[in-house]
């Protein structure tokens, strides 16, 4: 079997794991509501694996409905992290492209802004293998909202700081086809889902400085991206003079059912 080690970039939050857990945002509870209606099963009960988990922000909102989760992370920072946050919760390292888990062993497989990571032909097989008939496949991801006038125009500054598309705003990625892929085009039934939060501007520029395109500068860069915070938190000023700031987010969504009609309820 062929395997695809995670790229250095996917590994780069490791050394952000601190800041990462406590300013990226959350998800809504309407994320979790359209998962148990599109999965056909509650997940209350659910034997759940969410893949990628990070430091465990979906890990904990799918622990709180009432989900049976374990946590699967390639990067010791991120499970360190994450273990220290929820002790309950079985940790395990690796990833979706050789998933450490027992051939049809799973209800809900979960990747909350993680799927992009993985090579899709590897990770949909994987996805077949280990889900139990009419088990999900559920990949979401958090998106600015790029409707709202500062958040485009902070994309704008974004990009040309980068010079090369790179944003930190974070972008969905269609899940279904492909090269090698085990799950067709149109397997993944969509939603889209606005959000926000209201957070002070330290935590919106932690939460910006957390992203990749950031954090796989060299060391001599450190200085470019101080002065593009501090630029930053100039504009927000502006348009958030009390200092909090009002993030927007739209929650892209894609749930696939795998397998066999059998959508009964989870198993212990």
Known sequence: MTTSAPTPRALSFDRAAASYAAARPGYPPALFDAIEELAGRPLNGARTVDVGAGTGIATLLLHTRGALVTAVEPGPGMAAELHRSLPSVPVVRGDGNRLPLATASVDLLTYAQSWHWTDPALSSAEAVRVLRPGGALALWWNVADHSVAWIAEQDERLR???????????????????????????AFVRRRLPWGRTVPVETHLTNLASHSAFLVRGAGEEERTREFLDEERRHLA????????????????????????DRGGATG
């Open 238 to 261: 502006a348009v958030f003079p009390d200092g909090t700031v009002e993030e927007r987010y739209v929650v892209d969504l894609g749930v696939a059912v795998v397998g066999g009609p």
């Open 160 to 186: 040309r700081h980068f010079g090369k598309g790179d944003s930190a705003h974070g972008s969905a990625v269609t899940p279904g086809g492909g090269a090698g892929s085990r799950l067709p085009e149109g």
